[in-house]
């Protein structure tokens, strides 16, 4: 039986879901749906860029891994500049807010599926990137550009210090 078991492997694991998402689909289901999907293609090619695989999205939830911390670091701390300027240009209340969590462990990759501590770790240690806590207005005031958090160039708390 051990012959037949899939080796684990140490793994970068971004967890991210939408908050309040039960209210925004009581405000409006359809147009709830529409940004949440909308969030996580975003977010999805946000993550490719930054060397990330997303390996699953299920309803409000979307789970990716990457290779390095700092590109994981890097491309939700990018997506949610882009998000918070997405939506500011709303004129409802139905605005997905992402949080998110990064975690370091062991995990099986097999059949598009990841399993393991890391993916529980995950969403436990979710930062909750919102703009008051991630303080991006800081970041544009100490002008940190998108340039300079592109992928492999390291995370961003080495580079302003402020996290």
């Known amino acids: 039986m051990a012959e037949n078991r899939r080796p684990g492997k140490l793994a970068v694991i971004l967890h991210a879901d939408i908050a309040g998402s039960t209210k925004m689909v009581q405000q409006d289901e359809h147009i709830a749906h529409e940004r949440i ?4 293609r975003r977010f999805s ?3 490719e860029k930054y060397q990330g695989n997303v390996r699953e999205l299920r309803g409000d939830a979307l789970l990716a891994v990457f290779e390095r911390a700092s590109d ?3 491309a939700a701390t990018i997506f949610q500049i882009e998000q ?3 939506s500011a240009k709303l004129d409802d209340d139905i ?6 969590g990064i975690a370091i462990g062991e995990v099986i990759v ?3 599926t990841v399993t393991g501590a890391g993916v529980i770790l995950a969403p436990m240690t979710r930062l909750s990137i919102y703009q008051k806590y991630f303080r991006i207005q800081k ?5 940190q550009s998108r340039q300079n958090l ?3 160039k390291g995370p961003l708390i080495a580079q302003t210090g402020q996290f």
Do not use: H, M, Q
Not at 95 to 100: A, N
């Open 110 to 112: 097999a059949d598009n």
């Open 139 to 143: 970041l544009a005031a100490l002008g």
């Open 150 to 152: 592109g992928p492999g």
């Open 84 to 86: 918070s300027e997405y």
């Open 45 to 47: 090619r946000t993550i």
């Open 72 to 74: 994981a670091v890097c």
């Open 37 to 40: 999907l909308d969030t996580f």
């Open 95 to 100: 605005r997905p807010t992402v949080r998110v």
